[in-house]
Nanobody, 126 residues
Framework: QVQLVESGGGLVEAGGSLRLSCAAS????????MGWFRQAPGKERVFVAG????????YYVDSVKGRFTISRDNAKNQVYLQMNSLKPEDTAVYYC???????????????????WGQGTQVTVSS
């Protein structure tokens, strides 16, 4: 098992930046592919970005490409989401999640992820 705790959310003006962090504890962190998802009020939780176990593969949803960067530090058991040029439509609760499948691929499906954090609120004002 792995426990995930997100931090770094907050209120920011449009065009601003935030860096989300996700700290993992428990089983060896490097065995998991990691993803960031977000859920806006009244909407489904959707994939935002993912990083493979090795960190060699990255994947982003089109709406955040060029603005968000996912990274990981396996030595520190952390995954990060650097968010730049934020827009009001980025407002949501952001969740990190761990995928324990034995693969160096990235899944965009919620069902592929076994463990979830509690989420951190990101609010972007216009």
């Amino acid at each position: 098992q792995v426990q995930l705790v997100e931090s770094g959310g907050g209120l920011v003006e449009a065009g601003g930046s935030l860096r989300l962090s996700c700290a993992a504890s428990g089983r060896r962190f490097s065995v998991y592919a990691m993803g960031w998802f977000r859920q806006a009020p009244g909407k489904e939780r959707v994939f935002v970005a993912g990083i493979s176990r090795s960190g060699n593969r990255l994947y982003y949803v089109d709406s955040v490409k060029g603005r968000f960067t996912i990274s990981r530090d396996n030595a520190k058991n952390q995954v990060y989401l650097q968010m730049n040029s934020l827009k009001p439509e980025d407002t949501a609760v952001y969740y990190c999640a761990a995928d324990s499948r034995i693969s160096d691929t990235i899944s965009t499906a919620k069902e592929s992820y076994d463990y979830w954090g509690q989420g951190t609120q990101v609010t972007v004002s216009s």
